[in-house]
């Protein structure tokens, strides 16, 4: 008969390796996506960096009065049509995960790289959308609402002063790794406004893309 200090220690290696072959079930999965995710903005940085200088756009000089006072005048975003009046965060790293979470926690964010208002090129700015108050901050959901923009809707930026006014051309839905529509080259000023979607995942990315009113 096998002695009982033997049966004990034979059974509590079986639980080690029991509990071994659990954890690495469920981490393996969230390595994996820390990968994807990493490859994804290595990607994005890289392709911004081949991004021509860009160059100031002629501006419409007669734009429809706002309803709201924009929350600054440095730079902010204002989205009548669903409620969006917020600063945005300049040139903020894409690639740095604690850097944008941070810019994000005082407002929406644009994409270092890309151009600012006013500019010929992919103007980028990105936000929260999700119900996660407590992790996220104050503007956790600033763009819940970006899926009822329609072609024509106007998009406003001001910058340093000056008001710079996009209308809505496109509504595209895509996944985190489609980084070519920040990317692209284009003598278009262009306003490319992000958000996780559906709201309070990050399965994909809602993008709202707008043109310049000249």
């Not at 002695?3 to 290696?13: E, V």
């Not at 860009?54 to 009065?65: G, H, M, N, R, T």
């Not at 998009?155 to 710079?164: A, D, I, N, P, V």
């Amino acid at each position: 008969m096998m002695p009982m200090k033997f049966q004990f220690k034979t059974f509590g290696k079986v639980l080690v390796a029991l509990a071994l072959t659990i954890l690495i079930v469920l981490v393996q999965p969230l390595v994996f996506a820390l990968n994807k995710e990493s490859a994804e903005r290595l990607s994005l940085l890289q392709n911004l960096k081949f991004l021509p200088p860009s160059q100031k756009a002629k501006v419409a000089p007669d734009l429809p009065p706002l309803n709201v006072s924009p929350v600054s005048e440095d730079f902010s975003l204002v989205i009548e049509k669903i409620d969006v009046n917020v600063s945005v965060v300049e040139n903020t790293d894409l690639v740095d995960e604690k850097t944008y979470m941070e810019a994000m926690r005082r407002g929406a964010a644009h994409g270092k790289g890309t151009s600012l208002p006013g500019e010929r090129g992919i103007s980028f700015i990105f936000g929260h959308s999700s119900f996660n108050y407590l992790p996220l901050g104050p503007y956790n959901s600033i763009f819940n609402h970006l899926d009822k923009l329609e072609k024509g809707d106007r998009l406003t930026l001001l910058y340093q002063g000056q008001r710079f006014d996009y209308l809505v051309y496109e509504t595209v839905i895509i996944t985190p790794t489609e980084v070519n529509h920040v990317t692209e080259k284009t003598d278009e000023p262009i306003l490319v406004v992000a958000a996780c979607y559906p709201v309070g995942t990050t399965e994909k990315r809602i993008l709202i893309k707008a043109r310049l009113v000249v």
